[in-house]
């Protein structure tokens, strides 16, 4: 493991930062979350998105912010790391 590695930041040139890396427009994806929330409130459905597209715990928790029951992983391994990462209580 790198030990100089540092995050992306906002303002960062493309080919500046370290591989791989999750890059999102945070406008658009808020959108996203919130237009999920509406249709699952729509009709009536809870909603469990799959995390395997991002592994990033920081996305899972601002999806259940917006009402999502929780996430759903793949393997027991991201479970775990998520559960911590989640959890509402320390």
């Given at each position: 493991m790198r030990t100089n590695w540092m995050p992306a930041a906002p303002g960062d040139r493309l080919q500046d930062v370290d591989t791989p890396a999750l890059i999102l427009d945070l406008d658009r994806f808020e959108a996203n979350v919130e237009r999920m929330r509406e249709a699952a409130a729509k009709h009536?459905?809870?909603?469990?998105?799959?995390?395997?597209?991002?592994?990033?715990?920081?996305?899972?928790?601002?999806?259940?912010?917006?009402g999502s029951v929780g996430i759903c992983c793949q393997k027991i391994g991201e479970r775990k790391c998520f559960s911590r990462a989640t959890s509402t209580t320390s």
């Amino acid at each position: 493991m790198r030990t100089n590695w540092m995050p992306a930041a906002p303002g960062d040139r493309l080919q500046d930062v370290d591989t791989p890396a999750l890059i999102l427009d945070l406008d658009r994806f808020e959108a996203n979350v919130e237009r999920m929330r509406e249709a699952a409130a729509k009709h009536n459905v809870r909603v469990r998105p799959h995390a395997k597209s991002h592994k990033c715990a920081e996305i899972a928790r601002r999806q259940m912010a917006a009402g999502s029951v929780g996430i759903c992983c793949q393997k027991i391994g991201e479970r775990k790391c998520f559960s911590r990462a989640t959890s509402t209580t320390s």
